[in-house]
């Protein structure tokens, strides 16, 4: 079992920046990669970036120059960088981690992006 929870939403102005926070217990060292993702209201909830546990990364390209994703692998932790946020980035931010048998779910955490 790995259980997962995120922190570091919030509201932000446009422009701004957040740090959002994934950590991972129970199983980690089951967990080949991890992926932040988003729902939007009436919207389908979105890949916006994955990592292995390798290092190896991936963005969708509406973020791609603007969000990192990193990881802390000894601790459990993954991180998701966001500068330069617009409003379409407001959402509800997901964590998931992915283990040869299951796929697991954080709680989500808010971000809105007004002025």
């Known amino acids: 079992q790995v259980q997962l929870v995120e922190s570091g939403g919030g509201l932000v102005q446009p422009g701004g920046s957040l740090t959002l926070s994934c950590a991972a217990s129970g199983s980690i060292f089951k967990i080949s990669s991890t992926g932040w993702y988003r729902q939007a209201p009436g919207k389908q909830r979105e890949l916006v970036a994955a990592?292995?546990?390798?290092?190896?990364?991936n963005y969708v390209d509406s973020v791609k120059g603007r969000f990192t994703i990193s990881r802390n692998n000894a601790e459990g932790m993954v991180y998701l960088q966001m500068n330069s946020l617009k409003p379409e980035d407001t959402a509800v931010y997901y964590c998931?981690?992915?283990?040869?048998?299951?796929?697991?779910w954080g709680q989500g955490t808010q971000v809105t992006v007004s002025s």
């Open positions: 998931k981690a992915v283990t040869p048998t299951q796929d697991y």
């Open positions: 990592i292995t546990k390798g290092g190896g990364t």
